[in-house]
Nanobody
Framework: QVQLVESGGGLVQPGGSLRLSCAAS????????MGWYRQAPGKQRELVAA???????NYADSVKGRFTISRDNAKNTVNLQMNSLKPEDTAVYYC????????????WGQGTQVTVSS
């Protein structure tokens, strides 16, 4: 089993920035893919960004140019730098990690709330 713990959510004004972090622990040999999903009230959970162990990234169109995902393979952590935040970015953000591409999405974190409001 893999445990994921997120941190860094909160309340921010439109145009502001937040940095989310996620640390994985437990029975980890390697995590092929790590990333972030989000779920806004009344909406389906959606992929925000993902990154492979080799550094390849994938972003939702709605966050391209504003969000940056990064990871530290040695520490089994993944970060999401969110800039130019908009009210529509308000959601619960979930960390996800999978030991292989075929098992993505894999393990889920408990989620962290991000609220963008003036």
């Amino acid at each position: 089993q893999v445990q994921l713990v997120e941190s860094g959510g909160g309340l921010v004004q439109p145009g502001g920035s937040l940095r989310l972090s996620c640390a994985a622990s437990g029975s980890i040999f390697s995590l092929a893919v790590m990333g972030w999903y989000r779920q806004a009230p009344g909406k389906q959970r959606e992929l925000v960004a993902a990154i492979s162990s080799g550094g390849s990234t994938n972003y939702a169109d709605s966050v391209k140019g504003r969000f940056t995902i990064s990871r530290d393979n040695a520490k089994n952590t993944v970060n999401l730098q969110m800039n130019s935040l908009k009210p529509e970015d308000t959601a619960v953000y979930y960390c996800n990690a999978a030991p292989s591409i075929t098992s993505w999405p894999g393990y889920w974190g408990q989620g962290t709330q991000v609220t963008v409001s003036s």
